[in-house]
């Protein structure tokens, strides 16, 4: 469905907590009848400001859906199927991301909307050790929050410090 591809897309390159992603409106993410490169949002919970990226594959399918979508840059990207001035759940998400993750054979009980948030965030931070880094594009107010919502345990330390020549 491209819907569901287009959110899925946005959700692994925007790292965004299911209540901020589901709020997304056409003009966050359209500039001059273009998806931009790179958003920013205000997240809910922190009241912050947070950028990512929208790399190739996100793009295309966000166009994708938002040529099929229609409507205007003040509506939501992902409306409600029952009132297409609001937008679709939070619940409704959860769903969606509950189907996703049971159809590539993982347990739908352990990996919930947050699956989807840490994603790019723990290949980020596997590929460049980079934790401050992985804080910024969460959004997360300190390094600890990071490394405890990544579950960056002594081993994943001691792996990187022993990969580290001084």
Known sequence: MVRDRALFDLAIDSKLRGC???????SDIVCDRKIRTRVTVVQQKTGRPVQFELM?????SL???????GGSLEDFAFPSRTD???HISTRQY???????VTGIGLS???????FLRRTKASIICKA?????AVQILLGH??????????????????????????
Not at 20 to 26: A, E, G, H
Not at 128 to 132: D, E, Q, V
């Open 56 to 60: 190739t594959d996100a793009r295309a």
């Open 108 to 114: 739908g009980e352990d990996d919930g909307t947050h």
């Open 128 to 132: 460049t050790g980079n934790l401050r």
């Open 84 to 86: 297409h001035a609001a």
């Open 63 to 69: 166009l994708k859906w938002l040529e099929l979508r």
């Open 20 to 26: 901020d992603l589901v709020k997304i409106r056409i």
């Open 141 to 166: 107010t300190t390094i600890e929050n990071a490394v405890r919502y990544l579950g960056v345990d002594i081993e994943d330390a001691l792996t990187l410090a022993e990969g580290t020549e001084v």
């Open 94 to 100: 959860a769903c969606l991301v509950d189907e996703w």
